[in-house]
């Protein structure tokens, strides 16, 4: 893909706090602000579960076709990675399992692998749920906010690095990559 049909790419921003080719695996529930986090990158940079649930069956919650689901991210995964672009993981990665799934990835294809932790507290991942057309069951975001791993947890598994978001993230339709200033990366 041409750096034009990517759009401006944040060689500044990328530089700041995590280095080009990276994978970044957002952690968090339901509800925590990952996509919104991610909403500040490029739409080729974002490898989303949900999105692909949607492409295949029109509703990004069906979880039948989670196994295709998979096999999309895989490729796309893949074929990022081979090529050194830098990709965000938008899904839970809530289980150690999934989060080692994408770490080998990384390492397979010498990728830098950063964790960008989202321990937003319940009450407010509950809140923002509730608020949604479509809810998860309270319990899984409580299942999942229970089981969010740790800074050093995070490192332990071998993450390269732990991002840490200010709770204010950009807003979606503001994209670091389109501002001066990079401060919110
Ligand atoms: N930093 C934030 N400040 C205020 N509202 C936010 C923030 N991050 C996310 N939200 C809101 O919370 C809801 C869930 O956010 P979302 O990014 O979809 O979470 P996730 O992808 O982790 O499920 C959305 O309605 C979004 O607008
Ligand atoms: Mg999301």
């Not at 970044?24 to 529930?29: A, S």
């Not at 509800?31 to 739409?43: R, V």
């Not at 991942?125 to 995070?154: F, G, I, K, S, W």
Request: aromatic fraction near 4%; hydrophobic fraction near 40%; proline fraction near 9%.
């Amino acid at each position: 893909m041409t750096r034009e049909a990517q759009g401006p790419v944040p060689e500044a921003a990328v530089a700041a706090w995590f280095a080009q080719g990276s994978l970044l695996v957002l952690v968090g529930p339901p509800g925590s602000g990952k996509t919104t986090w991610a909403a500040q990158f490029p739409p080729t940079w974002r490898v989303c579960l949900d999105a692909y649930r949607g492409l295949l069956t029109d509703s990004e919650a069906d979880q039948g076709a989670n196994e295709e689901a998979l096999a999309i991210r895989a490729l796309v995964l893949e074929g990022r990675l081979r090529r050194g672009r830098t990709t965000v993981c938008d899904s839970t990665s809530i289980e150690p399992a999934a989060r080692a799934g994408l770490l080998a990835r990384a390492r397979r294809h010498g990728r830098p692998a950063v964790a960008v932790l989202f321990d937003t507290p319940l009450t407010v991942c509950e809140a923002r749920n509730d608020a949604r057309e479509r809810t998860v069951p309270v319990q899984v975001v409580r299942d999942m906010h229970a089981n969010l791993p740790d800074v050093e947890q995070l490192l332990r598994e071998g993450f390269d690095t732990v991002h840490h978001p200010q709770p204010a993230a950009p807003a979606p339709d503001e994209p670091a990559w389109a501002r001066d200033s990079t401060d919110a990366l």
